[in-house]
């Protein structure tokens, strides 16, 4: 199944971030599962499909024309896939995943997490969705979301449309539990 990872394109963050993307790329790969980004060359999306393709598995990279022309695409991927701007990107990569992943990033990766939970929300998609909360990186956001439900903002349920975990390959674990139990149901 295809997975999706929402990250950072930044060369100045912590190691710590870049080492946690390349353990959840080798993890991805050797679970048997296929990347769908991005399709960054640089930061933890670089260090994330250079990982999966180390360990033979399949990557997709779904990038604006624009970052192309930048010399900014993972050109080794196994497929490449050029949108026309930021939404399409998004689009696709909703569309064809099973799940999502979101590890530390910046606004780009908080728009694309919070676009993929309100797609839930409103039932136009029904895709499980874990942070990697790496070193505490999300918890200004879990307590936005606890802010939130206290002022009535948000309902109980819809605050459960995401998980956590505490590292890439422990999101992805989860992901996978998450997937299997809608698989069941």
């Known amino acids: ?18 080492e946690d993307a390349a353990e959840l790329g080798t993890a991805i790969a ?5 990347l769908i ?8 999306m670089g260090r994330l499909g250079r990982a999966v393709q180390e360990s ?22 196994d497929e490449i896939i050029l949108t026309d701007d ?10 064809r995943c099973r799940g999502a992943l979101v590890l530390p990033g910046g606004l780009g990766t908080l728009e694309e997490a919070v ?6 929300q409103l039932s136009l998609i029904d895709r499980p969705l874990v942070f990697a909360n790496v070193d505490g990186y999300w918890d200004p956001f879990f307590e936005m979301i606890d802010h939130m439900l ?4 948000l309902t109980d ?14 999101a992805l674990n989860r992901l996978e539990s998450l997937i299997a139990k809608d698989v069941n149901r």
Not at 30 to 34: F, L, N, P, R, Y
Not at 115 to 120: G, M, P, S, T
Request: glycine share 12%; aromatic share 10%.
């Open 37 to 44: 980004f991005g399709g960054g060359n640089i930061g933890s």
């Open 115 to 120: 676009e993929f939970l309100v797609l839930n």
């Open 86 to 95: 930021m939404q399409e990107r998004r689009k696709i990569m909703w569309e």
């Open 157 to 170: 349920e819809h605050s459960r449309i995401f998980d956590q975990a505490d590292s890439g390959v422990g």
């Open 150 to 153: 206290t002022e009535k903002m």
């Open 56 to 77: 033979q598995g399949r990557v997709v990279s779904v990038i604006p024309k624009f970052f192309d022309d930048q010399g900014l695409t993972l050109a080794e991927s």
């Open 30 to 34: 050797k679970q048997g599962h296929g």
């Open 1 to 18: 199944m295809e997975i999706a990872v929402y990250c950072s394109a930044s060369e100045t963050i912590r190691s710590l971030f870049l």
